[in-house]
């Protein structure tokens, strides 16, 4: 009797730790799927003029619009595309028509076009502010030397450039050879709705092999209760 009151605690205990994290999984879904909409309305915004002096917090994905010149000099960042596979990202300076230096992330180029030559000319330019985190411990030093970067690191960047630490992703096409890669929700990663099902499915498998053993309990009991 003691195993089977034992198991029977077991099991509810179980299950209710398992439900309750796959209910709280459901709960940080909802919570993203409210982020990213609003990241997504901010992201497709009306562009309005670059801000004096933009916050990386308050002005993360604001919708621009700037016009000026682009300099020589990018820099290319090492990126897959979905569609076109291995390529870089093309950043390249930017001089506004009211002076400023910031950075204009022109879109992907593929590993074969690396030495073309990009139109340098004048350009209106619709995009978003970022300021993108990509670096941690794994990622390789950057060649600047042979123009091989591994990350979107503004100031790192902006130091090699000469600009202000700002960068711009470009939306609209600022040269036929270039790809606009817009930003977009895609990177926020969003499987809380795995996690639950996961959650859920242990509680399953909890119930199942729990009562499993319970039914072992008895039979086992019953079968010593018939023996002579």
């Known amino acids: 009797m ?20 796959g209910v709280w999984q459901l709960q940080r879904l909802e919570w993203k799927q409210a982020i990213i909409a609003e990241i997504e309305s901010q992201i ?9 002096t933009p916050d990386p917090g308050a002005d993360r994905y604001l919708p621009v619009e ?9 820099i290319h960042v090492l990126v897959s595309h979905r569609d076109y596979g291995a390529g870089f990202r093309v950043i390249a300076p930017f001089t506004t028509d009211d002076g400023r230096a910031i950075m204009v992330d022109r879109g992907f180029i593929p590993t074969a076009r690396k030495e073309d030559r990009h139109n340098l000319s004048g350009a209106t330019v619709q995009g978003n502010l970022h300021w993108p985190d990509e670096r941690d411990q794994f ?8 123009n ?37 929700t895609e ?7 795995e996690y639950a099902m996961t959650w859920f499915l242990f509680a399953v498998t909890w119930v199942v092999m729990t009562g499993f053993a319970l039914w072992r309990i ?3 009991n019953h079968e010593q209760a018939i023996q002579p």
């Open 139 to 146: 990622t390789p030093e950057d060649d600047e030397a042979g």
């Open 66 to 74: 700037i016009s000026g010149t682009f300099g020589a000099g990018e």
């Open 2 to 21: 003691f195993k089977q009151i034992l198991a029977a605690i077991l099991l509810f205990a179980g299950l209710a730790v398992f439900v309750s994290l």
């Open 44 to 52: 497709g915004g009306d562009p309005v003029a670059l801000p004096a």
């Open 148 to 184: 091989w970067w591994y990350a979107r690191d503004v100031d790192k960047m902006a130091g090699a450039l000469g600009t202000e630490p700002l960068l711009v992703i470009a939306r609209n096409e600022t040269d036929p050879a270039i790809l606009p890669m817009p930003v977009t």
């Open 218 to 220: 008895r039979r086992r």
């Open 187 to 193: 990177a926020i990663r969003n499987k809380h709705f």
